[in-house]
């Protein structure tokens, strides 16, 4: 967003998290901002920009246009979740190991089974 400020001074407002603010001096051709000054990207792009003429007196050629591929749809049920590099699937050291834990249900006292796969029935209420 750009305000003017005076004679040859505008405010210039980034639009990014920190809202900074800048002063841009046209008749020095310098930001406060310091990350760009005319005279330097004249010096160093001197002898790489050249000016080209307007697409219509372009030289035509024989050749069609490039276009890219085709998109072509994957078969079957697409992919919910990404494929995990090789490092991500080595074991974590750690974490504890689920191997030994038998589950035990509280009413029962027995091994093995929860709520849903005991076969003693609930007491009355």
Same mark, same amino acid.
């Given at each position: ?8 001074h505008y ?12 002063v ?11 990350? #760009?000054?005319?005279?330097? $990207?004249?010096? /160093?792009?001197? &002898?790489? %920009?050249?000016?080209?003429n307007?697409q219509?007196? #372009?030289t035509?050629?024989? $050749?069609?246009? /490039?276009?890219? &591929?085709? %998109? ?24 504890m ?29």
């Amino acid at each position: 967003m750009t305000r003017w400020s005076g004679e040859h001074h505008y405010e210039v407002k980034h639009i990014n998290m920190a809202r900074d603010t800048f002063v841009v001096h046209l008749s020095m051709k310098e930001c406060s901002c310091r990350k #760009w000054m005319k005279e330097a $990207y004249e010096i /160093v792009y001197h &002898p790489i %920009i050249y000016l080209v003429n307007d697409q219509h007196l #372009w030289t035509t050629i024989e $050749y069609p246009d /490039v276009l890219p &591929p085709p %998109i072509k749809r994957m078969l079957g049920r697409p992919k919910k979740r990404r494929n995990k590099e090789p490092r991500e699937l080595q074991r974590d050291e750690t974490k504890m190991k689920r191997t030994g834990f038998i589950t035990q249900f509280s009413r029962c006292k027995q091994h093995g089974h929860n709520k849903i796969t005991c076969k003693i029935p609930p007491p009355p209420l």
